[in-house]
């Protein structure tokens, strides 16, 4: 809200907060008492509660009380005058499930509010939910989560000695974002695949490892070979995370998908095994650009940890 708001942008926009500060401290009688005596809310899920606050009150009761519901973050659109004592408000909001820090985009949904006036008070008439799908739009869909994703509020630094360990050179750091990156997938609205152990096994580490390298570019990355044992360890601080899912980038990873399942199979392992750590939906693939700037020999035996010269 600015210092030039009107009343008739501000007691909508204040309304419309309202609302949501309602909704994240599960009060359904505080929210329920912010709609009109006729007004009306339409769900996530398409629910129509028509009937004012009594009606409200007792749709949200029950869900407060069985659920632990997300909390919302938001940014407000537009508020516009539509007649005298009229106005509509459009939002976009995210939610942030109980106990985590990270937006669940799954639930990222557009907002719209109706709102009256009548006596100096701006009531609800409609409030609507509608999910931010974006159908056959990933690129709309990744930025509103991006937009969302800067209002959150800022994790404290960690105390000296805690905290992940952002270079993964652990197999439980790297167990952990591997977790949270299939956390992701499972809570998409049309998931490939459901992992309903992924977020738990996680925690929040996970997804600090995940948004580490889109924060300070630092990046340690090990490969191995399955039928020789032979691996490379790279190290770089420049690490850009870039969308590039395009029929290039889409052909190369067929290509290594098809590699690493020849290498697989004679151990025993499913295509079905390594198709599933390859799925993702479309429009999600990203590629990790970087600088090696230090390489060495991981393959078991005495080099293990040799410094290797690289090629400039």
Do not use: C
Request: charged share 20%; net charge negative; proline share 8%.
């Amino acid at each position: 809200m600015t210092a030039h708001q009107s009343d008739s942008e501000a007691g909508p926009e204040r309304l419309y907060r309202d609302l949501l500060d309602a909704w994240n401290r599960r009060d359904a009688a505080g929210m329920a008492a912010l709609f009109a005596h006729d007004g009306g809310l339409i769900g996530f899920d398409g629910s129509q509660i028509d009937g004012g606050p009594p009606a409200v009150a007792a749709h949200l009761t029950p869900i407060f009380t069985s659920h632990a519901t997300p909390a919302y973050i938001a940014a407000v659109r537009e508020v516009r005058a539509l007649a005298p004592n009229v106005s509509l408000v459009r939002a976009v909001a995210g939610m942030v499930p109980d106990g985590r820090r990270e937006l669940n985009p799954a639930l990222n949904t557009i907002h719209t509010l109706t709102a009256v006036e009548a006596g100096g008070m701006w009531r609800a008439a409609i409030f609507q939910n509608t999910p931010a799908a974006f159908h056959g739009r990933p690129d709309l869909a990744q930025a509103l989560t991006e937009e969302l994703r800067a209002l959150l509020p800022k994790p404290p630094p960690p105390a000296a000695g805690t905290g992940p360990e952002l270079a993964m050179s652990g197999v439980g750091n790297t167990a952990r974002w591997i977790a949270a990156s299939r956390a992701k997938e499972t809570e998409l609205a049309l998931p490939l695949f459901s992992d309903p152990y992924a977020r738990e096994l996680s925690g929040e580490a996970g997804f600090e490892l995940l948004e580490a390298i889109r924060t300070n570019g630092r990046i340690s990355l090990v490969f191995a070979s399955p039928r020789n044992y032979r691996a490379l360890h790279l190290k770089g601080r420049d690490a850009v995370v870039e969308t590039a899912d395009d029929a290039r980038q889409r052909g190369l990873v067929a290509q290594r998908l098809q590699a690493f399942q020849q290498q697989l199979e004679p151990y025993g392992f499913p295509l079905g095994y390594s198709q599933a750590l390859y799925a993702l939906p479309e429009g999600a693939l990203t590629a990790i650009r970087f600088t090696p700037e230090g390489a060495w020999s991981q393959t078991p035996g005495p080099g293990a940890g040799h410094a290797l010269e690289l090629q400039r």
